[in-house]
């Protein structure tokens, strides 16, 4: 089955720690994102990128950092910079540079204990 | 950066009446998309639209973009227990897909 997927589901850190989280997707699309959602504030945009090795920083990108060496893999990187990191984070992607019809994987609940 | 704001944060409704969310952006759109996320979940894909003045239906659900191509809006006729979630839309500036803050509907049953 073709998707998006996340990993891992939970994840726990402790302050001061850098923590990556996964994202693949074998769907063949160009374009991937990051959101970071928050309760009552929606999806913000961290990171995105439209082709392999570029990738553009989105509202809230401090504290972050991405890399896009595989068209299929968009990994997210929460620096210790990153002030509050809890959160539901999520990853997407869409078919081409156009952000048409945006999949969703099944997020990551970020915990920093 | 570009925002898209979304009314109203919440909404609590009796099982049959309808509901509307609206959003609004400052600068002409490319294209809205819509997204309904359950509880527990994530934005699952709903509907785009790309015209001026342009409505879509699906089921008992009404889409609408603005005329000027910034604003839209998604109307809910007869609300059911199913149609609890929150509803986003999202707007195309360029190649960044961005946001709204979603609106929660709860159905009283």
């Known amino acids: 089955d073709g998707g998006i997927t996340q990993s891992p589901k939970y994840l726990f850190r402790k302050e001061g720690q850098n923590v990556t989280l996964s994202c693949e997707q074998n769907?063949?699309?160009?374009?991937m994102y990051w959101y970071r959602q928050d309760p009552g504030q929606g999806l913000r945009l961290i990171y995105y990128?439209?082709?392999?090795?570029?990738?553009q920083k989105g509202d809230i990108a401090e504290g972050y950092s991405v890399s896009r060496e595989k068209k299929e893999s968009f990994p997210l990187t929460v620096t210790s910079a990153q002030k509050n990191p809890t959160a539901f984070y999520l990853c997407?992607?869409?078919?081409?540079?156009?952000?048409?019809?945006?999949?969703f994987g099944q997020g990551t609940r970020l915990t920093v204990v | 950066g570009q925002q898209v704001m979304q009314i109203p944060q919440y909404q609590h409704v009796q099982e049959g009446e309808d509901f509307t969310t609206y959003c609004n952006s400052s600068?002409?759109?490319?294209?809205i998309q819509w997204y309904k996320q359950r509880p527990g979940g994530h934005p699952v894909f709903l509907i785009q639209?790309?015209?001026?003045?342009e409505v879509k239906k699906q089921k008992r659900l009404t889409f609408q973009f603005g005329e000027a191509k910034k604003n839209s809006s998604l109307h809910i006729t007869a609300t059911q227990t199913t149609d609890v979630g929150t509803y986003f839309c999202?707007?195309?500036?360029?190649?960044?897909?961005?946001f709204g803050a979603g609106t929660i509907l709860r159905v009283k049953s």
């Open positions: 769907l063949n699309h160009d374009a």
């Open positions: 997407a992607s869409s078919i081409d540079r156009m952000g048409i019809e945006a999949f």
């Open positions: 639209l790309v015209k001026s003045g």
């Open positions: 999202a707007g195309l500036y360029g190649n960044k897909l961005v």
């Open positions: 990128s439209q082709i392999v090795n570029d990738f």
């Open positions: 600068t002409t759109l490319s294209n």
